[in-house]
C-alpha cells in the first residue's frame, strides 16, 4: 500500500535472513555434493579400467599356463605355487567374466 510504512520487526528481519542463509547452504551443498559425486564416478571408472585389464591378464596368463602345460609331477607331489595361483586366476577370472555377463544384460554393450 502506497504510503504506508513498511518496516520489519527485528524478529521477522531475523527470519528472512535465515530463510536466505538457508538456500545459500542449500546451494553450496548441491555444488559440493556434486564434485564428491563427479569424484565417486572417476574412481568407479578407474576401478571398472583395472578390473577390466586384471580380468584379460589372469586370462591370457591363465591360457599361457594351460598352453604351455608343463611335466607330469609325481603322484602325491603337491603343485608349485606358481601353479596354484595360475589356476586361482584363472577361477577369478571366470567368475569375474559371468558375473559382468549376467550383470550387464543381454542388450547391454
Same mark, same amino acid.
Do not use: C, Y
Given at each position: 500500500?502506497?504510503?504506508? @510504512?513498511?518496516?520489519?520487526?527485528?524478529?521477522?528481519?531475523?527470519?528472512?535472513? *535465515?530463510?536466505?542463509?538457508?538456500?545459500? @547452504?542449500?546451494?553450496?551443498?548441491?555444488?559440493?555434493?556434486?564434485? &564428491?559425486?563427479?569424484? &565417486?564416478? $572417476? &574412481?568407479?571408472?578407474? $576401478?571398472?579400467?583395472?578390473?577390466?585389464?586384471?580380468?584379460?591378464?589372469? &586370462? *591370457?596368463?591363465? $591360457?599361457?599356463?594351460?598352453?604351455?602345460?608343463?611335466?607330469?609331477?609325481?603322484?602325491?607331489?603337491? =603343485?608349485?605355487?606358481?601353479?596354484?595361483?595360475?589356476?586361482?586366476?584363472?577361477?577369478?577370472? @571366470?567368475?569375474? *567374466?559371468?558375473?559382468?555377463?549376467?550383470?550387464?544384460? =543381454?542388450?547391454?554393450?
Amino acid at each position: 500500500m502506497p504510503g504506508r @510504512n513498511h518496516r520489519l520487526t527485528p524478529l521477522e528481519l531475523r527470519k528472512q535472513m *535465515l530463510i536466505v542463509e538457508s538456500e545459500l @547452504n542449500r546451494t553450496q551443498f548441491k555444488h559440493e555434493w556434486g564434485g &564428491v559425486a563427479d569424484g &565417486v564416478r $572417476a &574412481v568407479a571408472h578407474r $576401478a571398472k579400467s583395472i578390473g577390466t585389464f586384471a580380468t584379460s591378464t589372469a &586370462v *591370457l596368463v591363465s $591360457a599361457l599356463a594351460a598352453f604351455k602345460g608343463g611335466g607330469t609331477a609325481a603322484p602325491g607331489a603337491k =603343485p608349485s605355487r606358481w601353479r596354484r595361483a595360475l589356476k586361482g586366476a584363472g577361477l577369478i577370472s @571366470n567368475f569375474w *567374466l559371468a558375473f559382468r555377463a549376467r550383470r550387464r544384460g =543381454p542388450g547391454d554393450p
